[in-house]
């Protein structure tokens, strides 16, 4: 079974007798959110089982990959809700599917928005149910079951943290230390995108604690790199690649890493009145790109991503895992620049 079929029969699993029009409202929010993507949790869950010589059937790993898929459908359309996004990489995300749904039906243009929201937020929940039902009914032993559950429970609480976190400091007056702008980094992405389906595929396998905590630690670092690169990205890189807004960073006055860089130091008057402007100018966010090259912002964050991506290998090798694992991921999952690219083969041939 492919991970899409998987996908659509946790999704579509169940049947709502009446309200047709609803159910299916949702199940069409959760195909577009569920559909595309490079999809490499489910394959780094599969790759780490079959590195550790896993023997669990093929049903059994499809449904653990398929459950971190649709962990990240979940929060991916709780996101956009907080962050009121319509689009999501050049086409409509789930609240801007509910909002168009609701402008079909006559809503009044003041009420699109809760109809936006409560749509989302409901696709969002059913994602999540089918994502802990799937870890509960893979078909691994009581044993392995039960410690992929509490992976799932841990990952839910610190990203919940993470995504709050994150919200709180954007809409704080104060910039955060650069300890606890790192600390949502892993927090919102390393814990859920990394650390489980490293661990959950470990798992799988019957490896020992100390492999699960190293795959744990390299997730970590690989999460946090990752983000940190992200962060560059949207508002350095190219929309249409990443697929991102390079506006839309700077507009939500998002506390990331390289932002607080850039408070320490004397740019940061240039850069500050344009953070959290929501009605921010191309011509503005240029400045502000300048001033964050300029004062070494940039150069500070690629170089921290690239040092915790140096720690991930350093660990990946220990556990042999450096070609199957990370050279694969960086160079097809991770959108770094050709540059970048080049710098981080360098730093893993070292």
């Known amino acids: 079974m492919t991970l899409q079929s998987e996908l659509d029969s946790l999704l579509h699993s169940a049947r709502v007798p009446g309200l047709a029009r609803d159910h299916a409202a949702l199940l069409d929010a959760l195909d577009l959110g569920s559909s595309g993507g490079k999809r490499f949790r489910p394959w780094l869950v599969t790759t780490v089982h079959a590195a550790f010589d896993g023997e669990q059937p093929e049903p059994v790993v499809d449904a653990v990959a398929a459950a971190t898929e649709l962990l990240h459908t979940a929060f991916v359309i709780h996101d956009d809700v907080i962050d009121n996004d319509d689009t ?63 992976l799932l429970d841990a990952t839910l609480h610190a990203s919940a943290a993470g995504e709050l976190a994150d919200v709180r400091l ?12 790192i600390a949502v980094t892993e927090h919102k992405t390393a814990v859920y995108s990394f650390v489980l389906p490293l661990q959950a595929g470990a798992v799988l396998a019957g490896a020992d604690d100390a492999a699960v905590r190293a795959l744990g630690e390299i997730g970590r ?45 004397d740019a940061w008057a240039r850069i500050a009145p344009h953070l959290g402007d929501p009605e921010l ?19 500070h964050i690629e170089d921290l991503a690239e040092g915790h991506l140096t720690v991930a290998r350093e660990h990946a090798r220990s556990l042999g895992l450096e070609c199957s694992l990370l050279d694969p991921l960086v160079e097809q999952a991770w959108r770094m620049t050709p540059t970048a690219l080049t710098r981080a083969a360098q730093v893993g041939a070292a």
């Open 221 to 265: 670092c690989l999460g946090i790199a990752f983000q940190l690169h992200d962060d560059v990205m949207a508002i350095f890189g190219d929309p249409a690649e990443t697929g991102k807004d390079p506006l839309g960073d700077l507009r939500e006055g998002k506390r990331t890493p390289l932002m607080v860089h850039a408070s320490q130091t």
């Open 170 to 181: 954007a809409l704080s007056p104060e910039m955060p230390g650069a300890e606890e702008a």
């Open 281 to 299: 100018t191309e011509a503005a966010a240029s400045a502000v790109r300048e001033a964050l090259q300029e004062c070494g912002s940039r150069h």
């Open 88 to 150: 999501r990489r050049g086409r409509s995300s789930v609240p801007g599917l509910f909002r168009s749904d609701a402008a079909e039906l006559g809503t009044a243009p003041d009420d699109r928005d809760t109809y936006s929201r409560a749509g989302a937020i409901l696709a969002g929940d059913l994602a999540l149910a089918a994502a802990i039902r799937a870890v509960a009914t893979c078909g691994a032993d009581a044993a392995a079951t039960h410690r992929l559950l509490d």
